[in-house]
T-cell receptor
Framework: DAKTTQPTSMDCAEGRAANLPCNHSTISGNEYVYWYRQIHSQGPQYIIH???NNETNEMASLIITEDRKSSTLILPHATLRDTAVYYC????????????FGPGTRLSVLP | EAQVTQNPRYLITVTGKKLTVTCSQNMNHEYMSWYRQDPGLGLRQIYY???????DKGDVPEGYKVSRKEKRNFPLILESPSPNQTSLYFC??????????FGPGTRLTVL
């Protein structure tokens, strides 16, 4: 599975959009981009995933560049409860399902 | 409520004393997995199971055993725990090719 690169940390003002970037320049055609987050030491929580089209759900939006070498997770109106470590993971959807978690981005939402 | 449960949530034990951490899911998921999380090393997969009686090693299987006799349960067994197995452990489950649901975590300390 392709590796990803994320900033170590980011700050965002409460109520503003949080835009979390992820680089995955070696992604291959059958690899999906997944985003999870981990609040303090709780179990990671699935946010969203996509292949090449932009995706949106009740939690966030995922924007994937046309060449698929990078993506951005958007939390449209960040709240204090969105403070967490956000993980960008690239993997194929074969049945092995080994999710490789990197260090992620520590997002701090500030009042 | 759909969930993955783990027991115990916290455990302090001594070197060499066999222990089992249980994991159960009520979503009829085929796939289950165990991870450990250590500071600076992120989440690493220990073992996974694609269905009943089908298990395989992840990235860090040494010192651990698993079994999958029933679809809903996937216990993690430490036959002779050592201090380097002090960690935060997560169980996860999913349907094939779908996102993983994580349990709340088990914090294990081996003295």
């Amino acid at each position: 599975d392709a590796k990803t690169t994320q900033p170590t940390s980011m700050d965002c003002a409460e109520g503003r959009a949080a835009n979390l970037p992820c680089n995955h320049s070696t992604i291959s055609g059958n690899e999906y981009v997944y985003w999870y987050r981990q609040i303090h030491s709780q179990g990671p929580q699935y946010i969203i995933h996509g292949l090449k089209n932009n995706e949106t759900n009740e939690m966030a939006s995922l924007i994937i560049t046309e060449d698929r070498k990078s993506s951005t997770l958007i939390l449209p109106h960040a709240t204090l409860r969105d403070t967490a470590v956000y993980y960008c993971i690239v993997r194929t959807d074969n049945y092995g399902q080994n999710f490789v978690f990197g260090p992620g981005t520590r997002l701090s939402v500030l009042p | 409520e759909a969930q993955v449960t783990q027991n115990p949530r916290y455990l302090i034990t001594v070197t060499g004393k066999k222990l089992t951490v249980t994991c159960s899911q009520n979503m009829n998921h085929e796939y289950m997995s165990w991870y450990r999380q250590d500071p600076g090393l992120g989440l690493r997969q220990i073992y996974y199971s694609m269905n009943v009686e089908v298990t395989d090693k992840g990235d860090v299987p040494e010192g651990y055993k698993v079994s999958r006799k029933e679809k809903r349960n996937f216990p993690l067994i430490l036959e002779s725990p050592s201090p380097n197995q002090t960690s935060l452990y997560f169980c996860a489950s999913s349907l094939p090719n779908y996102e993983q649901f994580f349990g709340p975590g088990t914090r294990l300390t081996v003295l």
